[in-house]
């Protein structure tokens, strides 16, 4: 049982899709994708956790996928404090105040922070997963991860971010060796993870923006964001999920661990970037025990 629909906000509106019934007695699990800038299609395959009798709630985040674009907004506009509000606004327009889970994904883990130390109304627990908590410590472990690399490839990527042209093809081929390994290891990409990355491609607007060009050359408005000192706001049991070879690295993590009172870790020895696709069965079974964990507190 699916429906879609347009929530508005603001002057805008935001694509959702619902995967079971809302009124099943368990409160729906909202996913936030990544990016920023990405769309739900990557992380679709958590609309199976709706097979444990829970609404799962999927949407693109505004400037994304089927929600409003809008290509002339800047680095003021395109902020987290912004999808937070976007976040809180679909959570009332679809009636469930009352109760809800969020589960983030990348940058959806880093926004379900931000979303979280605000102690929202209504939130029961939150999963992150594969997020840093701070962008110094990913960009660094970006570099490190770079340099286990073949030489050929480090020195094609450091050519062409000096030149600035990082549209190049062969900086995009060489771009392709760091995702095989660290961002997605099915290959070639599973078609719903493509469409993701082919939206970005044909509106790079929000990524290019907080972003950058790709996920190890952070050179946009989020290169020094950081939640690590407000982490202990966070009051609802959190799950946090990582693969062994994930670009977001253990020392990425860890302050998630270190900070949040009631917490708990999973990580996938066969997965990096995405268990919820590399190891599907497993991290959807995870996720699903942790949200009835908590329900049954």
Request: net charge negative; charged share 20%; aromatic share 10%.
């Amino acid at each position: 049982m699916t429906a879609e629909g347009l929530a508005p906000f603001r002057d805008y509106k935001t694509w959702y899709r619902i995967t079971g019934d809302l009124k099943s007695g368990k409160p729906p699990l909202f996913v936030l994708h990544g990016g920023p800038g990405c769309t739900h299609d990557y992380v679709d395959s958590y609309k199976l956790v709706a097979d444990s009798g829970r609404a799962v709630i999927h949407y693109d985040q505004i400037g994304n996928g089927k929600s409003t674009h809008l290509p002339d907004k800047g680095g003021d506009f395109w902020t987290p404090e912004f999808f937070v509000a976007e976040l809180e606004n679909l959570i009332d327009h679809l009636g469930v105040r009352p109760a809800y889970h969020v589960l983030g994904q990348s940058w959806g883990g880093m926004l379900g922070a931000e979303f979280a130390v605000r102690r929202p109304a209504g939130l029961k627990g939150l999963v992150i997963a594969n997020s840093p908590a701070e962008m110094k410590t990913w960009i660094s472990e970006a570099y490190r991860l770079r340099t286990e690399l073949p030489a050929e490839v480090q020195a094609t990527l450091l050519r062409h971010e000096t030149a600035g042209t990082t549209a190049d093809p062969a900086y995009v081929a060489a771009e392709q060796v760091f995702n095989q390994r660290h961002v997605c290891r099915v290959v070639p990409m599973p078609p719903e993870v493509q469409r993701t990355f082919d939206c970005i491609a044909d509106d790079p607007t929000v990524y290019h923006t907080m972003n950058g060009p790709n996920e190890f050359y952070v050179v946009g408005t989020m290169k020094d964001w950081t939640i690590v000192d407000r982490l202990p706001a966070i009051n609802v049991p959190t799950l946090l999920i990582s693969g062994f070879y994930d670009e977001a690295t253990p020392a990425t993590v860890q302050p998630y661990m270190d900070k949040i009172q009631d917490v708990r870790w999973i990580k996938f020895p066969h997965s990096s970037h995405m268990p919820h696709v590399e190891e599907k069965a497993a991290c959807i079974k995870a996720t699903a025990d942790f949200l009835d964990a908590v329900d049954a507190r």
